[in-house]
């Protein structure tokens, strides 16, 4: 096995050991918070420097909104965030490349929850230099990171289907299903290699960050947030 492979390994059962360790507060908000910072410490080093981790919403230079997101993965050499502290921040649409919404145990109202997300996103408009239309649509895709799972694999299984706004969804140390051309991939957790539903997750999100980078053949238009009404 290769190093980088088993430190990420080791990782992963440090995660799941914080997750563990908080699990006697009774406050479902302090949980909910704390796992989601587990979370962001988790992937910070997995993933490009120019990518970072964000908590806040989406606007566009329209004065479109979107809802609270838990996590937004946003390459700043776009265009500047506005940051409230901490990670809080309003990010222009053009600097974002996903957003991820991470869950203690995912539900139902969580799956109902993350399409009202993604309705939004649709809503979302570039403004960019040079453009025929200068209010072009974007395509902003969501994963889900969950330590528990109260729905059942099939339906959960269907719901992705259903939902090309997803790409992935990982039950951390249970399974990941993996959004593909022709089909969902469900790869599940296994004996013989630890956490590799968590290890082919964490692939698939490389592999789309960087084709939506070589995606973006845009100059941003700062201008336009500035003067609009």
Request: proline share 3%.
């Amino acid at each position: 096995m290769n190093p980088i492979k088993r430190v990420i390994q080791s990782r992963i059962i440090q995660l799941l050991a914080q997750s563990e360790s908080i699990s006697k507060i009774k406050h479902p908000p302090t949980v909910g918070e704390l796992r989601e910072s587990f979370i962001v410490n988790f992937l910070k080093d997995l993933l490009p420097k120019r990518i970072s981790l964000n908590t806040g919403v989406i606007c566009d230079a329209t004065g479109n909104i979107s809802r609270q997101l838990d996590l937004i993965l946003t390459d700043e050499s776009y265009l500047p965030k506005i940051n409230f502290g901490g990670r809080n921040s309003i990010i222009p649409v053009e600097s974002v490349l996903m957003f991820a919404e991470v869950k203690s145990t995912l539900s139902t109202l969580d799956l109902e929850q993350i399409e009202e997300q993604i309705k939004g996103m649709y809503q979302l408009k570039l403004a960019k230099y040079g453009a025929s239309n200068p209010d072009e649509k974007i395509s902003i895709h969501g994963l889900v990171i969950a330590f528990d799972c109260n729905i059942k694999e099939e339906t959960l299984e269907e719901w992705l289907n259903d939902n090309k706004g997803v790409l992935a969804i990982c039950i951390i140390d249970k399974y990941s299903m993996l959004r593909t051309k022709s089909r969902i991939q469900i790869i599940r957790s296994k004996k013989e290699i630890k956490f590799d539903e968590t290890l082919s997750f964490i692939g698939a999100l490389y592999q789309a960050l960087e084709l939506q980078i070589s995606k973006r053949e845009f100059v941003p238009n700062w201008h336009t947030y500035l003067s609009r009404k």
